[in-house]
């Protein structure tokens, strides 16, 4: 595991506690591989930033996995998330800074990897700060973003030495100002402008207001705008269209204030492609309109040394990252094949709570070695999870290979927004396990979520026995 730290052992049989799962040599799948209806991506073998290559995932057996780990399980590529990352940087102009959106997944082994390869952490919460710098992430890359900001989380990220505090609203400005008081120091702050019909940052009038107040105080240094108005977008265009507008705005409202603008956070928004066959996003075209509105700039004498913050969160993570389940029951109705996964909502909620069409993979069984995988005809399927909701279906598929009991499912693109948006406690099944891996090898990052540890810190007042 990167960054440091000792992984969990997780709940699994002496022999196999934090064991390592090694890379095979080389060659198919054992069992038969991809087959036709649940194979690769059209075009080719997917690139290497991306957890899922030639039927593997980060290049080991997802039985393998299953068979050491148990299931239901969410995987992390951390090689793949390096190289993510890395085309990322390589990509921006120099006066472009990464700060990874803790919130997209915040376990540890990831925000390491991204820490290690230079990128800096938006936080939104006291605990996405605190993983953040337990990850190693320096605390000057450090920015604190997000509405209704705790006095602890103002006090911690100002002693603490963060590189800036977005304030989300006029009342935040004198809480930030108070912890920079207590603390001896000055807080750098950025004033979040909100944007079509937000309820994030403040109106222009809330803005300036609050910009000028930082001026004029002894505790803060406003050295930014905050602003944010899209979420995954795969036109690099509309990318760019919303990082001109809000410098333009940041420009307006630090001139107006009357101080120097050095960072102008533009937020997240880049997007990933979900379905096969989806084009990604042109990221040489956004690097280039980046680099168009930072020449831009050049004309302004007090605006040559500002540079432009992103903040991507599935971008890095979310090819990184797939949710493996079994199947435990299969059924014909309504025409179709329903297969019964040992997790679903509960551990992904996207597909309910957005709609969102992951990619599936069918693989091997982990239980029975022999059962082949060629030749299964393609049905229609459902593919639910075990919750007594008809919410709960992980996907709905018009041709895909004949499920069966003990069958493997791997659902990718889940290394953003999976867990940490799931609900682990509907209906009191096992959480998910979660597993890391790196150059061949894979390790148990978190243990599973016993509900019995849930039930045992519980107890019945007295007065209803």
């Not at 196999?16 to 040599?25: I, L, Y």
């Not at 680099?291 to 540079?307: I, Q, Y």
Request: a neutral charge.
């Amino acid at each position: 595991m990167r960054g440091g730290g000792t992984a969990a052992t997780g709940h699994l049989p002496a022999s196999s506690r934090a064991a390592a799962v090694e890379a095979p040599g080389g060659g198919e799948t054992p069992g038969g591989g991809e087959i036709p209806g649940g194979g690769e991506t059209p075009g080719g073998t997917p690139p290497s930033d991306e957890i899922w290559r030639d039927g593997l995932l980060a290049g080991l057996d997802p039985r393998d996995l299953a068979r050491t780990f148990g299931t239901p399980l969410h995987v992390y590529d951390l090689d793949a998330l390096s190289a993510r990352a890395a085309r990322l940087r390589a990509a921006l102009p120099d006066r472009v800074d990464v700060a990874y959106a803790v919130k997209s997944n915040p376990s540890l082994a990831v925000i390491a990897t991204l820490a290690s390869a230079g990128s800096g952490a938006d936080v939104s919460s006291e605990g996405e700060l605190e993983a953040a710098l337990r990850a190693g992430m320096a605390p000057r890359a450090i920015v604190v973003t997000g509405p209704g900001k705790s006095d602890r989380l103002l006090r911690r990220a100002v002693e603490s030495g963060v590189r800036a505090i977005a304030v989300d609203s006029p009342g935040e400005v004198p809480r930030v100002e108070v912890a920079a008081m207590a603390a001896g120091t000055r807080a750098r702050v950025l004033v979040r402008l909100a944007r079509h019909g937000q309820t994030f940052g403040m109106s222009w009038e809330d803005a300036l207001a609050a910009a000028r107040r930082a001026v004029a105080s002894e505790h803060l240094e406003p050295v930014g705008v905050h602003a944010f108005a899209v979420s995954s977008v795969l036109d690099a265009q509309t990318l760019v269209r919303h990082v001109r507008q809000t410098v333009g705005a940041a420009v307006r409202l630090a001139r107006a204030a009357g101080f120097p603008l050095a960072l102008v956070d533009v937020g997240g928004g880049l997007g990933i492609p979900y379905r096969d066959g989806e084009a990604p996003l042109d990221l040489a075209s956004f690097a280039a309109g980046i680099g168009n509105v930072l020449a831009g700039l050049a004309s302004g004498p007090d605006l040559r040394e500002t540079r432009i913050l992103v903040e991507p969160g599935r971008y890095l993570s979310g090819p990184s990252g797939a949710y493996l389940a079994r199947v435990v029951d299969v059924k014909r109705l309504h025409g179709r094949h329903v297969a019964v996964l040992d997790g679903g909502i509960n551990h992904l909620l996207a597909p309910a709570l957005v709609g969102r069409r992951h990619r599936l993979r069918l693989v091997g069984s982990a239980l029975l070695q022999d059962r082949p995988l060629e030749g299964r005809p393609l049905v229609p399927v459902t593919i639910t999870g075990p919750l007594c909701t008809s919410l709960d279906v992980v996907g709905r598929l018009a041709a895909f290979p004949e499920p069966r009991p003990a069958d493997l499912i791997a659902v990718l693109d889940t290394g953003a927004y999976g867990f940490t948006q799931s609900m682990p406690w509907f209906l009191s099944h096992a959480g998910p396990a979660e597993v890391a891996i790196a150059g061949g090898r894979a390790e148990l990052v978190r243990e599973r979520l016993d509900p019995a540890e849930v039930v045992a810190a519980q107890g019945i007042p007295r007065f209803a026995v």
